[in-house]
């Protein structure tokens, strides 16, 4: 358990909705990261927040947005959803930048 | 590009026998990180190497770094059928202001047979 919790394990939608995803990091970690993992595209970081501010972009479609809430926990919301955007959806977190990073268990999406 | 690609593609060994895997990257890195993932599951990280090392150990585990030839290694001593995963390296660039990012390859896929 790498004490990174993310809900729901799996999600079931339908194009063109709207979802969001949650997650909590570790006790005491600041850096949030969000990986998007599918068979095609493989692991693609996404976004990284630290102490709620928004740091890095990966790639992030305009479709997807996230944020970090003061108790550090964070949201990413992902609309008007293509069948394309099926995938598992990690999130991650680290004490600070440059460290090592722990992953949730993720999210598995299915657009239909 | 920065992102670590791994070679080979798909590695199946006995029990007991040792594990290699290349990680090639392209650009500057700050750090280099190799994780562990199970089938459909959370990656598990193992090693983070700093660009200024050339290696670490972790248990059965030994990772070393080429700055030089932009290359990385991650040796499994003594495997166990329990390694069976697929093994990433990652590429981590710190651009400043906390701003990180981890580049993944495309991962190693292990086979340890009993």
């Known amino acids: 358990d790498s004490g990174v919790t993310q809900t729901p394990k799996h999600l079931i939608t339908a194009t063109g909705q709207r979802v969001t995803l949650r997650c909590s990091p570790r006790?005491?970690?600041?850096?949030v990261y969000w990986y998007q993992q599918s068979l095609d595209q493989g692991l693609q970081f996404l976004i990284q927040?630290?102490?709620?501010?928004?740091?890095a972009k990966g790639n992030i479609l305009e479709r997807f947005s996230a944020q970090q809430f003061p108790d550090l926990h964070s949201e990413l919301n992902l609309s008007s959803l293509e069948l394309g955007d099926s995938a598992l959806y990690f999130c991650?977190?680290?004490?600070?930048?440059?460290?090592?990073?722990?992953f949730g268990p993720g999210t598995r999406l299915t657009v239909t | 590009s920065q992102q670590g690609e791994e070679d080979p593609q798909a590695l199946s060994i006995q029990e007991g026998e040792n594990a290699t895997m290349n990680c090639s990257y392209k650009?500057?890195?700050?750090?280099l990180q190799w994780y562990r993932q199970n089938s459909g599951r959370g990656l598990v990280h193992l090693i983070l190497?700093?660009?200024?090392?050339r290696e670490k150990h972790s248990g059965r585990l030994r990772v070393t770094l080429d700055t030089s030839k932009k290359s990385s290694s991650l040796l499994i001593t003594a495997s166990r059928a329990a390694d069976t995963a697929s093994y990433f390296c990652?590429?981590?660039?710190?651009?400043?202001?906390?701003?990180?990012?981890?580049?993944f390859g495309k991962g190693t896929l292990l086979t340890v047979n009993p």
């Open positions: 991650a977190s680290s004490v600070a930048s440059d460290y090592e990073q722990y």
């Open positions: 006790s005491g970690d600041l850096s």
């Open positions: 927040y630290y102490n709620g501010e928004e740091r």
């Open positions: 650009t500057s890195i700050n750090n």
């Open positions: 190497i700093r660009s200024n090392e």
């Open positions: 990652a590429t981590g660039l710190n651009s400043g202001g906390s701003n990180y990012k981890l580049t």
